[in-house]
């Protein structure tokens, strides 16, 4: 009997820290970034401040925390889980627009093809097509990209809520290359033209060597995602204005396309 009580009286001991490690990792993923003092977490916790150290140092050795200074910040693993997580939530939506991707690849010559919908003030992405060459792209299944700087992000942003462009705008614009746009008025002349012929564009102001043209996945008006279609500079400086149209319309039949698959919200 001794010894079925010390057994039980150790399973519900791993249970409970166990338990106080996952409240541990939801208070780290609420901070969304921001760092936090060992005191912060175990009052959220409701454990001693050397339990709480304890299983900070077990949760750093795996990466979901880090160290930054006399604080902690959420680390690498979580990060990743995380984008994991949001990239699973759209299995569906990923399912459907596999075919009219695959349509767009083929029928526009491109490099690489993506389907991405707005995170906050980035684009995450859900899936790509790629040839070959196209994996030069630095983009990959659930990596962030600031919104300012795609066809993807432009094309959601152009059919957004107002509530939802003035986050992005309210904030300095990240330029990933020399060619971004970061001033906010040249950002909503952008949006405004989106908006008046369907879809976005971009020259290499996400990659360089890179154009992309987007266009956004719409439910009762309102993006749901958005598809691009990307091609070397040198193949876009080739190219007319007509040809960019072109470009436009496949992605705005491949968006329609998605969009009629969903259905109704």
Known sequence: MTIDLTLADADRGAQSSVDKALQMIEFI??????????????????????????LLKELEGRDFVGRLDTRYVAGQALAVAGRSSVVLQHDRLRELAYSPMTWLFE??????????????VDVLYLDKLTKPAGTRLPSRVGGRVPANCTALGKALLAFEDPAKVELVMSQPLPRITPYSVSMTHQLARQL?????????????????????????????????????????????ARSTDRQLAV???????????????????
Do not use: N, Y
């Open 247 to 265: 470009w436009g319309r496949l992605s705005m039949e491949a968006a329609g396309a998605i969009a009629r698959l969903i259905g109704p919200a």
């Open 29 to 54: 993923a609420a901070c969304e970034g921001e760092p936090f003092r060992v005191t912060e977490i175990a009052r959220h916790v409701g454990v001693p401040k050397s339990t709480a150290h304890r």
């Open 192 to 236: 405004a033209r989106a908006r008046h012929v369907g879809f976005a564009s971009e020259r290499e102001e996400a990659c360089q060597g890179w154009v992309c043209v987007a266009a956004p996945i719409l439910g009762q008006g309102k993006p749901v995602a958005a598809i691009s279609l990307c091609v070397p500079s040198i193949t876009a």
């Open 107 to 120: 029928r526009s010559d491109a490099m690489a093809v993506h389907l991405a919908v707005l995170d906050g």
